[in-house]
């Protein structure tokens, strides 16, 4: 159980679902949503990438996010419904490869599943996966993640011969107010806080741009330091911070609370130290 142990979460999209998790095992939760996730300011782009899809400009399809996948079919619904119907048909044909299990999950809530799934959930996995495969010729389309232009993936494509179409259907934004983000940072140092969970790399970049890095890390190392998968873990090192814990192979808000769950189990205190 996690009573007693105040959890800070910079989660946004699924907050309050993440809070009733660890509220229900006894925890005290700190809500700090650090980056919200809106939809792209002009659909037009987004729209024109979906048409080019929908009549069969692309043989594989590199999904780095669930949220990516409905993103692009919110669009759809909202500024060109008719569109629908090829778009699933473009997308049931086409190779599908995933990053990660949500994408995997977005596509199974339409009936699908992917071709190629990555068995590391991070671009250096995606790659590895498709190296062993021809791509010369191939129309490879790439959801990318935020409005990150993921070089390394696309790069790669090219090399291999394949031409390479990206959209962008979400961005991200600021979710609560600097003041506030600097006090959670206060509440760290003061070590008030027994653990940070953090969700997506941006929770992680928008915490790093608000004070100096010293100042981020020695408020980290003054509590546990949870990742929900590798792409988070592997953001966190490259800023000097060590992940504490992390779930071992399935990478959700469950089994995250799960290992908060048991590092307190085992009586482990605030500091990460």
Not at 227 to 235: F, I, K, N, R
């Amino acid at each position: 159980m996690l009573t007693g142990r105040t959890i800070a979460i910079p989660e946004t999209r699924e907050l309050e679902v993440f809070a009733s998790m660890l509220e229900r095992r006894g925890a005290t939760v700190i809500r700090c949503p650090l980056v919200a996730i809106r939809d792209a300011p002009d659909p037009g782009p987004v729209l024109e990438w979906c048409r080019t899809f929908a009549n069969g400009g692309c043989d594989d399809l590199v999904l780095l996010t669930g949220e990516g996948l409905r993103r692009l079919l919110t669009c759809i619904e909202r500024h060109e419904p008719a569109l629908k119907s090829p778009f699933i048909a473009a997308l049931t044909a086409a190779r599908k490869i995933t990053r990660g299990p949500k994408p995997a999950r977005a596509l199974r809530e339409l009936g699908l599943k992917p071709d190629i799934a990555a068995e590391v959930p991070t671009t250096e996995g995606v790659i590895a996966s498709l190296r062993a495969h021809s791509l010369t010729g191939r129309r490879v389309g790439v959801q990318l993640y935020g409005t990150d232009p993921n070089r390394p993936l696309v790069d790669f494509l090219q090399s291999t011969g394949a031409a390479v179409l990206t959209v962008a259907p979400y961005v991200y934004a600021d979710a609560t107010d600097d003041q506030a983000v600097l006090e959670l940072l206060a509440r760290l140092r003061a070590g008030g806080v027994e653990a940070i969970a953090f969700t997506s790399t941006p929770q992680v970049e928008r915490l790093f741009s608000l004070a100096p890095a010293e100042e981020v890390k020695a408020a980290l190392a003054a509590t546990q330091v949870a990742a929900v998968g590798p792409v988070v873990a592997d953001t966190l090192a490259a800023h000097g911070v060590a992940v504490n814990l992390m779930p071992a192979d399935s990478f959700f808000l469950k089994p995250l609370t799960s290992v908060l769950e048991q590092l307190f189990s085992n009586g482990a205190g605030g500091s990460g130290s």
